[in-house]
């Protein structure tokens, strides 16, 4: 009876062991940009309205301490996709290079086993021009030209994005007609700032519309689940939700994100469930990163490994109840460097200490300090030499840089300057290096977040003297970041802008002119300098600056197009329209805004400029 019990108990052992290694039919990842762990009410937080994701907690695995490899949304997905950190692949800020070819993707491996695979996403850093399509047989993404804008702070441009309900609503058209084994990517770009949820999550979240705009992608991350659950997907599905990076939300002197190194941007949800293998409702304390995503994926499915050596690890094991071993995240931001001219920055994150390498390095007990109040790099002299030994093995890994020192395809640099935006076509950096260290303009970048939102309320203010007095406060506030920093680009770009904007073209050109005195290569401010000019009707030194720009970065659409404004504005009629005419051949510029500068689109002045006796 003894011997028969024994060998009932190794079967069940054996059907346990053989469940345990059942590979999920189908996968999905969710990223919901800019989220904030300590954001969530499954990671504590006792204000949010997040139960449907609390409930995808309860029901699988929730990592308590996932590190991003870098606050940036672009290269932070590149990096999650790749399996490879940011400086291995040469990106390093939105709008700023492409994904290589040769990198291999999740998407690519799931294609190469015969999965369907599909990317629905929100927001423009992560479209098919830089390269995050490979592998996808459907990327679904901003193609509606009706769909809203959000204001940015990079010279206050506008990019397109997608709201939750639309990114859902195209998911779950595309499940409807799905066939198992499939991939999917979901993106949701909501609670990027400036933070406007729809109602009713805006009334609601008044006080708090940045967990409004969480609590919205909530509720649309609940209709997926719904509907893979209706489908009969949710049980055959390995599921994972997580984020790029998170959000300052002023903590450490930073509205937003891409600077600075700390938690608050670096830490991000991680929630994942594997049916019928993952413990429901547990927890993982371990410190684990999001470049472990990628290995733990093709563990789980059973993918063919990608050639290159993953830095990541798999994390299959934790998802089965296992205990994880300890180790260490790397993360970097050199956003600073290339906006402004600061110093680049690198960190080490431990479960106990954060290391921020720059000349002035700091480091924090997260034990004792987990916001990084006190900095005791002083108190630890060893420590702060051993992790700046780690930061070294990891900047050795440094690859080219994509779109400075490595060259873009150039279909890739058309599209981008389509938008205008600078520094692609890979020229180099526009911004001379200033040796300021990040931390030590926490105030001027406090200053900088305010005034740019008074400025993008400005268009919408109506009464003269509120538009003056707010005009006044905000470049105030300028003035003084230039004052902690006088050679921040940044500032003075956006102090001449908000007085081109109120018609102050004498101040606009000083501010333009102090850029250049330390950024001479520096084509935006090139051309705001231009519009002073051209306001102060001094057309002909307008048109030479327009023309400087160019020929420093051939590839800056927004100097062109503005060169035929300027010619108009000087009586030049002719000379604008066949300057125009030029343009429609040059890749780098969208037609419809050739026409938005003529005031007529040009095939109608084609057609009127040959009739008889014209």
């Keep these: 009876m003894r011997d028969w019990k024994c060998v009932l108990a190794v079967c069940v052992s054996l059907l346990g062991f053989f469940s345990c290694k059942k590979r999920p039919e189908n996968c999905i990842i969710v990223t919901i940009d800019t989220c904030r762990a300590d954001h969530l009410g499954c990671y504590g937080y006792e204000d949010a309205i997040t139960p449907r994701l609390d409930a995808f907690a309860e029901e699988g695995v929730l990592f308590e301490e996932c590190v991003c490899p870098v606050p940036v949304t672009f290269p932070s997905h590149a990096s999650l996709f790749s399996g490879q950190y940011p400086n291995v692949l040469g990106l390093q800020d939105n709008t700023r290079g492409v994904l290589r070819e040769d990198a291999t993707t999740l998407a690519e491996l799931f294609k190469e086993q015969g999965y369907n695979t599909a990317a629905f996403i929100a927001g423009y850093p992560v479209e098919a ?54 991939f999917a990517w979901i993106h949701y770009y909501d609670p990027r700032a400036p933070y406007n949820p729809p109602e009713p999550f805006a009334s609601e979240f008044r006080q708090r519309r940045y967990d409004g705009e969480i609590a919205f992608v909530d509720r649309e991350f609940g209709r997926v689940m719904d509907r893979l659950k209706e489908k009969g997907f949710w049980d055959r599905t390995l599921f994972c939700v997580t984020s790029d990076h998170g959000e300052d939300l002023g903590e450490h002197g930073e509205g937003g994100h891409s600077i600075f190194l700390y938690d608050a941007t ?39 490994a990608p050639k290159e050596e993953l830095p990541g690890r798999s994390l299959a094991s934790s998802l089965k109840g296992k205990p994880l ?7 970097e931001s050199f956003v600073g460097r290339i906006r402004y001219g600061w110093t680049p920055l690198r960190a080490i994150r431990t479960d106990k200490w954060k290391y921020v390498d720059s000349p002035s390095p700091e480091l924090y007990d997260l034990g004792e300090d987990n916001r990084e109040r006190v900095d005791v790099a002083k108190l630890y002299p060893d420590k702060v030499q051993a992790f700046r030994s780690m930061v070294a093995s990891h900047s050795s890994q440094d690859g080219p840089v994509s779109g400075v020192d490595a060259p873009l395809d150039p279909e890739r640099v058309a599209k981008l300057k389509q938008l205008g935006y600078v520094g692609m076509s890979g020229t180099g950096s526009l911004i001379k290096e200033t040796g300021v260290v990040p931390k030590d303009m926490k105030r001027g970048l406090m200053y900088m977040a305010e005034a740019r939102s008074i400025m993008r309320q400005l268009p919408y203010v109506r009464d003269p003297r509120k538009k ?41 050109l000083k501010s333009a002119d102090q850029v250049l005195s330390f950024h001479d290569q520096h084509v935006a401010a090139m051309n705001l300098r231009a519009s002073c000019l051209g306001g102060m009707g001094r057309h002909e030194e307008a048109l030479s600056s327009l023309e400087r720009a160019i020929r420093t970065d051939p590839a800056y659409a927004t100097a062109k197009l503005n ?18 005419k030029e343009l429609r051949e040059d890749p780098t510029v969208e037609p419809d805004k050739i026409d938005r500068m003529l005031g007529v689109p040009l095939t109608q002045v084609n057609q009127r400029s040959e009739k008889p006796g014209k």
């Design 129 to 182: 021009t830089f390269g995050l399509d490979q592998g996808f047989m459907v990327y679904d993404g901003l193609d509606d030209p009706e769909l809203p804008e959000k204001t940015v702070d990079q010279y206050l441009a506008k990019w397109p994005e997608r709201p939750a309900d639309s990114v859902t609503d195209s998911f779950l058209g595309w499940l409807e007609g799905a066939k198992s084994p499939f």
């Design 266 to 304: 670096l830490r991000v949800p991680l929630l994942m469930r594997w049916p019928g293998v993952s413990p429901a409702g547990t927890s993982v304390p371990t410190l684990v990163r999001l470049i472990d995503l990628f290995p733990t994926i093709v563990d789980i499915m059973r993918l063919q």
């Design 325 to 331: 071993e300890g180790d260490y995240a790397y993360a």
């Design 468 to 508: 003056a007095k707010l005009s006044q406060h905000a470049a105030e506030r300028l003035m003084v970041a230039l004052s902690l920093d006088p050679k921040n680009p940044e500032a003075g770009l956006d102090l001449a802008i908000l007085f081109i904007s109120v018609g102050r073209f004498e101040d606009g």
């Design 563 to 580: 060169k035929i404004l300027l010619l108009r504005e000087a009586g030049r009629q002719e000379e604008a329209l066949l300057w125009a």
